[in-house]
């Protein structure tokens, strides 16, 4: 079975300032690992997936993440935040039937 | 466009009265997708298909149905609502293994 938990509910950070959104999986088998935003009212627009090849994804709107297979992470990260980033941040593990299972959400607040 | 379409968008309904959300996708994916957003919980699974006529639950499927019987559409039933499925339901669609596209999302309050 595949299960996927991000560590920080919220994550309050300054303009300006790097922030990291932390993901952990689980998983059998192969896995495809995806990162979503929701922005307040809207639908889930991915950032970024890993589905093979080079562990340094990178994603739109300056975002990368990395996956790291022995410690079965997928962080999200970016060298410096905007207000509008502020978003809910979703991980997401899939394999190669489609179904995707996603984490709780991580709120990024991103202040003046 | 691209794009994954979801009606309607606000319900405001009462327990016990049968409600359709629909679903509709222009990408001629064949996976197609119906998710509940609640806080705290994230989004989980209610029900997916892989192509049309297959369909089969996900993780939360009590109280929901769905049919496939076109590749376009993908409904949504609730025979008789209840105040727990009041939620934020998203509906989205892929090709296997690629990128799910996620409609607007339909809030649906249950009184």
């Known amino acids: 079975a595949q299960s996927v938990t991000q560590l920080d509910s919220q994550v309050p950070v300054f303009e300006e300032a790097p922030v990291e959104l932390r993901c952990n999986y689980s998983?059998?088998?192969?896995?495809?690992l995806f990162w979503y935003v929701q922005y307040p009212n809207q639908g889930l627009q991915l950032l970024l997936k890993?589905?093979?090849?080079?562990?340094l994804v990178k994603g739109i709107n300056g975002f990368e993440a990395e996956f790291n297979k022995s410690q079965t992470s997928f962080h999200l990260r970016k060298p410096s935040v905007h207000i509008s980033d502020t978003a809910e941040y979703f991980c997401a593990v899939g394999g190669n039937t489609g179904k995707l299972i996603f984490g709780q959400g991580t709120t990024l607040q991103v202040k003046p | 466009e691209a794009q994954v379409t979801q009606n309607p968008r606000y319900l405001i309904t009462v327990t016990g009265k049968k409600l359709t959300v629909t679903c509709s996708q222009n990408m001629n994916h064949e996976y197609m997708s119906w998710y509940r957003q609640d806080p705290g919980l994230g989004l989980r699974q209610i029900y997916y298909s892989m192509n049309v006529e297959v369909t089969d639950k996900g993780d939360v499927p009590e109280g929901y149905k769905v049919s496939r019987k076109e590749k376009r559409n993908f409904p949504l039933i609730l025979e008789s609502p209840s105040p727990n499925q009041t939620s934020l339901y998203f509906c989205?669609?892929?090709?296997?293994?690629?990128?799910?596209?996620f409609g607007e999302g339909s809030r649906l309050t249950v009184l």
């Open positions: 998983s059998s088998v192969s896995v495809y």
């Open positions: 989205a669609s892929s090709f296997q293994g690629g990128e799910l596209f």
């Open positions: 890993y589905l093979s090849g080079s562990t």
